[in-house]
Each structure stands twice: as structure tokens, then as C-alpha cells.
């Protein structure tokens, strides 16, 4: 199968690298360093995953071939713009699949699109992004495929395509709960690790983060009940101590870009919460403090 991933970042790239091994016809579009080693020397991919494999990467998406699957893994606030530019790699059969993080993004793909060629991907595995051609997996966490339109039999083939690749991939036909519980689980990790410089499991080390964590969780869920939200049923706090067991070793996406000095996701996460609790009047302020502080960060870091 023919697949592009736009985002060729720590998980674009760790998910394109099982793919190409698996025996697809891969593609990377990334950035111009990246890009440069993976076409010179292949991709490696190191920790929980230990692989090297010789793919093709560009900088451009016009420079990528139309596909069956394009995996969108671009940061949130790049969505549209990811879009606009992969416009001509949309085929009338290709399927779109959001990897990201955030609310709202498999929504503006199957605008882009049309909603039965609109998928989404629940992650949490951690995967950082070592050096350009490296990217390090350091912790095992879930992954599941839906479509929040209903295409369940395309959605199954889309798991099916993960599994084939080495990805312990699940079908659920509650992705759009998932979505939502997977931004509860980012908000309780991502923005206390931007803001401590800590990885993922020392977090549940201190207590003053322990409850932290907890006030942003019984934030978020009371705004995802809010908007009617098809939460899973487990404890979502629970969930997210769990994550950051698991992922222990790993440095969050957002704590990565606040040490590039790149904007984080921390609006369409945390400030997506708080944006969403003030149209249903649910208070959020710890999720509010939170947006503030990384916001602030990120205005330190480019200056």
C-alpha cells in the first residue's frame, strides 16, 4: 500500500518506519534536516522499537505521490495549512488519517475531504524525536483507529494496516470518545512537563503533581460531559497515571518543543478545554493557569 505521512516528526516518522518495514511504499514529508539524513543514511528508530530502515522522505508535499493513506501527524495548529498543501495528494480513494493531538482535527480534515475518507488514530505511545534520521521510542501506551463518521468497515481496514506493521492496534467505534480522552490524558501530562522540565514519570513522583494532575482531569471531564462526549468508561485519572507510567522515560511532545524553542499544542489541548467549559459554563481554571504558564514559557524561549 501507498502511504504519505505529512509530519515527519517523532511519531510520523516512528509510524512511517513500521510501515516501510512492513513492506509499504512510504513517503515522509518533513523537515529539510530530517529529510536530508533519512534520504542519505535511512531512518533509525531506537528503544522500545529497534529498526533502520532506507525510506523516502521529502520537503514538499507536491513532491510526494498521490496515496491510499495519507497519515496526517502535523502539529494541531498546522492542520489547515498541511491540508492546503496536500491538496493535490488527495485522490478520490485516499484515506486521511489525524494522528495528532488536540480537539477538532479529524473534523477539519473531512471538511477538507469528505467524511468517509476521515479517520482518526488515538495514541499514546511516547516517541521523541533524537536527532534529524533518529527518533527514539521510549514508552508503549495504546493506539486506536474510528471513524467519527461511521465508516466502520474502511476503519477496521485502516487498523488492519497497523496491525500488519508490527502496531498492537485496536478498532473502536467510540473514536470521537477517545479523541477526548486522550486530550484529558495530554492536558494532565504534556503542560506539567513543559512547565517542570520533567519526564513523563516523575510527575507521579511528587504530590503536589499527583493532585495537579487530578484537577485538570475532573476539569476536562466535566467538560467533556458537558458537550455530551462518548467518554470511555475506565477513570480517565487512572488512565493518565498509567500513561505516564508507562511513557515514564519519555519527554512529552509539548516539553520537546518548549526546548526547541517551537510553539507547543497547549491552545487546542488545555486551551481547547477552556474555550469549550466557557460555552457550556463549566469553570476551568487549573486547565486555564496551565495555558497561561506554557503560553508564557513559549514567549520566553523565542525571545
Request: charged content about 25%.
Amino acid at each position: 500500500m501507498r502511504v504519505v505521512v505529512m509530519g515527519a516528526g517523532a511519531m510520523g516518522s516512528w509510524m512511517g518506519a513500521l510501515l516501510a518495514r512492513a513492506g509499504h511504499d512510504v513517503t515522509l514529508v518533513g523537515r529539510r534536516d530530517h529529510v536530508a539524513v533519512v534520504n542519505a543514511h535511512g531512518l533509525r528508530v531506537s528503544g522500545r522499537t529497534e529498526l533502520h530502515v532506507m525510506i523516502n522522505a521529502v520537503e514538499r508535499a507536491a513532491e510526494a505521490p498521490v496515496p491510499d493513506v495519507l497519515l496526517l501527524a502535523v502539529k494541531a495548529y498546522d492542520t489547515q495549512r498541511a491540508l492546503v498543501e496536500a491538496r493535490p495528494l488527495l485522490g478520490q480513494r485516499t484515506r486521511v488519517v489525524s494522528a495528532q493531538n488536540g480537539l477538532g482535527n479529524v473534523e477539519r480534515v473531512a471538511e477538507a475531504t469528505d467524511e468517509r475518507l476521515a479517520f482518526s488514530a488515538v495514541t499514546t505511545h511516547g516517541v521523541t524525536y533524537v536527532e534529524p534520521g533518529h527518533v527514539k521510542h521510549a514508552g508503549v501506551g495504546y493506539f486506536r483507529v474510528g471513524s467519527p463518521f461511521n465508516e466502520h468497515a474502511a476503519a477496521r481496514d485502516i487498523a488492519s494496516l497497523f496491525q500488519g506493521a508490527g502496531i498492537d492496534a485496536e478498532f473502536t467505534d467510540r473514536v470521537a470518545g477517545e479523541i477526548w480522552a486522550k486530550v484529558v490524558v495530554n492536558a494532565s501530562i504534556n503542560p506539567l512537563t513543559a512547565i517542570t522540565g520533567l519526564q513523563n514519570g516523575a510527575l507521579l513522583e511528587l504530590p503536589a503533581l499527583r493532585e495537579l494532575m487530578q484537577r485538570v482531569v475532573e476539569e476536562a471531564v466535566d467538560v467533556a460531559r458537558a458537550e455530551g462526549a462518548p467518554l470511555p468508561d475506565d477513570d480517565l485519572l487512572l488512565r493518565a497515571r498509567r500513561v505516564a507510567e508507562l511513557t515514564a522515560a519519555n519527554k512529552s511532545s509539548m516539553l520537546q518543543d518548549i526546548e526547541r524553542g517551537r510553539r507547543t499544542e497547549i491552545d487546542s489541548i488545555c486551551g481547547e478545554i477552556v474555550q469549550r467549559g466557557l460555552r457550556h459554563n463549566v469553570d476551568t481554571p487549573v486547565n486555564m493557569t496551565l495555558t497561561a504558564l506554557v503560553k508564557g514559557i513559549e514567549e520566553s524561549t523565542r525571545r
